[in-house]
């Protein structure tokens, strides 16, 4: 009898240590369940305000290319009479040679590139674009055997190409949150006394033209020398007449945002009356209005580009907003099969309890 006591003790106390030790077990498994599901509350409150954050600089970034779209509208004005008396005057000089110092064309050593690029990140692909169109006319230029001078405009773009020895900035401009004609005025006049000093013997500007809000294009365009009949010519040949001027219209459709860009001819078949006189030379009032074209072109480009770079950012932050929201989705699914496993074993550790103790 003492030994089956013992023997039943032995057991017993053996049952009692695994009973014990699953017990131990389960309740480690418990806790990680626990540790697990409190991380996934934390990351769907994170990604729940990150969502917030990226919604609003998404609105922030719709009103502020309504603000550029009206900034160009108002500019037309001044654009379309600066045009007509450019080509009034030059109706007068077709028959005289044009002696300017902005239509100088002189053999080509130096070359100077104005990037336009932005501010501030977080809007996609739109910096990168640039930088590389500058990366690949750059290496065009050097292989011609040119020197080559860069004015940046905007931080990113000269942040950039501070970390590369190779890009030689002479200048530098911030791109500001709305450009007006005294910006565009600073730019054009670093750009006007380079050229006419012959430091530089041609000025290419590389911008993003505005296109719609899903679409942008970096161009690459001559500004100077400039043509006297108002064009401002590509690197490939093609000419931009100034009689054709474009505007962007930001509106709404079926609850979205929708861009249109229509060509408005300008007028200048009237121009200026034929019986016109001009109290000082046609070719002195052509040297007053080309700078005056300049600023306006160079304007015209800031402009395009904060467009262009808002509308960048305001898709980059929608595709934000939609990204967190998947990912918060999933979280939740998660979320709740781990609290689901959770009821289910604390339903089958109160079921097996309540059979052990029956």
Same mark, same amino acid.
């Given at each position: 009898?003492?030994?089956?006591?013992?023997?039943?003790?032995?057991?017993?106390?053996?049952?009692?240590?695994?009973?014990?030790?699953?017990?131990?077990?389960?309740?480690?498994?418990?806790?990680?369940?626990?540790?697990?599901?409190?991380?996934?509350?934390?990351?769907?409150? /994170?990604?729940?305000?990150?969502?917030?954050?990226?919604?609003?600089?998404?609105?922030?970034?719709?009103?502020?290319?309504? &603000?550029?779209?009206?900034? +160009?509208?108002?500019?037309?004005?001044?654009?379309?009479?600066? +045009?007509?008396?450019?080509?009034?005057?030059?109706?007068?000089?077709?028959?005289?040679?044009?002696?300017?110092?902005?239509?100088?064309?002189?053999? +080509?050593?130096?070359?100077?590139?104005?990037?336009?690029?932005?501010?501030?990140?977080?809007?996609?692909?739109?910096?990168?674009?640039?930088?590389?169109?500058?990366?690949? &006319?750059?290496?065009?230029?050097?292989?011609?055997?040119?020197?080559?001078?860069?004015?940046?405009?905007?931080?990113?773009?000269?942040?950039?190409?501070?970390?590369?020895?190779?890009?030689?900035?002479?200048?530098?401009?911030?791109?500001?949150?709305? =450009?007006?004609?005294?910006?565009?005025?600073?730019?054009?006049?670093?750009?006007?006394?380079?050229?006419?000093?012959?430091?530089?013997?041609?000025? #290419?500007?590389?911008?993003?033209?505005?296109?719609?809000?899903?679409? !942008?294009? =970096?161009?690459?365009?001559?500004?100077? =020398?400039?043509?006297?009949?108002?064009?401002?010519?590509?690197?490939?040949?093609?000419?931009?007449?100034?009689?054709?001027? #474009?505007?962007?219209?930001?509106?709404?459709?079926?609850?979205?945002?929708?861009?249109?860009?229509?060509?408005?001819?300008?007028?200048?078949?009237?121009?200026?009356?034929?019986?016109?006189?001009?109290?000082? #030379?046609?070719?002195?009032?052509?040297?007053?209005?080309?700078?005056?074209?300049?600023?306006?072109?160079?304007?015209? !480009?800031?402009?395009?580009?904060?467009?262009?770079?808002?509308?960048? &950012?305001?898709?980059?932050?929608?595709?934000?907003?939609?990204?967190?929201?998947?990912?918060?989705?999933?979280? /939740?699914?998660?979320?709740?099969?781990?609290?689901?496993?959770?009821?289910?074993?604390?339903?089958?550790?109160?079921?097996?309890?309540?059979?052990?103790?029956?």
């Amino acid at each position: 009898m003492a030994a089956i006591s013992a023997k039943q003790t032995s057991f017993m106390a053996s049952t009692s240590f695994a009973s014990s030790k699953k017990q131990a077990v389960v309740q480690r498994g418990a806790l990680q369940v626990s540790a697990g599901m409190k991380e996934i509350r934390d990351r769907i409150s /994170s990604v729940k305000n990150t969502s917030k954050i990226t919604e609003a600089m998404k609105l922030v970034a719709a009103a502020k290319v309504r &603000r550029a779209q009206e900034a +160009v509208i108002n500019s037309r004005p001044f654009s379309e009479n600066l +045009v007509k008396v450019l080509y009034g005057v030059n109706q007068r000089l077709r028959v005289e040679d044009v002696d300017s110092p902005l239509c100088n064309i002189r053999p +080509v050593k130096t070359v100077m590139l104005v990037v336009i690029t932005g501010d501030r990140g977080l809007c996609g692909g739109y910096n990168n674009f640039i930088l590389k169109k500058t990366e690949a &006319r750059f290496k065009e230029l050097q292989a011609l055997g040119l020197n080559v001078k860069v004015v940046a405009i905007g931080r990113k773009g000269a942040q950039y190409m501070k970390r590369r020895p190779k890009f030689n900035i002479v200048k530098e401009f911030s791109l500001g949150k709305a =450009p007006t004609m005294q910006d565009s005025q600073a730019i054009s006049d670093e750009l006007f006394s380079s050229f006419v000093s012959e430091e530089v013997d041609k000025v #290419e500007l590389i911008y993003t033209k505005f296109v719609s809000l899903i679409s !942008s294009d =970096p161009a690459v365009q001559t500004l100077l =020398p400039l043509a006297p009949s108002g064009q401002l010519c590509n690197v490939d040949g093609t000419c931009v007449d100034a009689a054709n001027d #474009e505007i962007f219209k930001l509106t709404s459709h079926n609850g979205k945002f929708e861009v249109t860009r229509e060509s408005k001819p300008i007028d200048t078949d009237g121009g200026l009356d034929a019986g016109l006189i001009f109290e000082q #030379e046609p070719a002195q009032i052509l040297d007053s209005l080309l700078p005056l074209y300049l600023n306006a072109a160079m304007l015209r !480009s800031l402009q395009e580009s904060l467009a262009s770079e808002l509308a960048a &950012r305001m898709n980059a932050m929608a595709n934000a907003s939609d990204n967190a929201k998947e990912l918060r989705k999933d979280l /939740s699914a998660k979320y709740n099969r781990q609290r689901q496993a959770k009821i289910t074993q604390e339903l089958a550790e109160l079921v097996g309890g309540a059979a052990a103790t029956s």
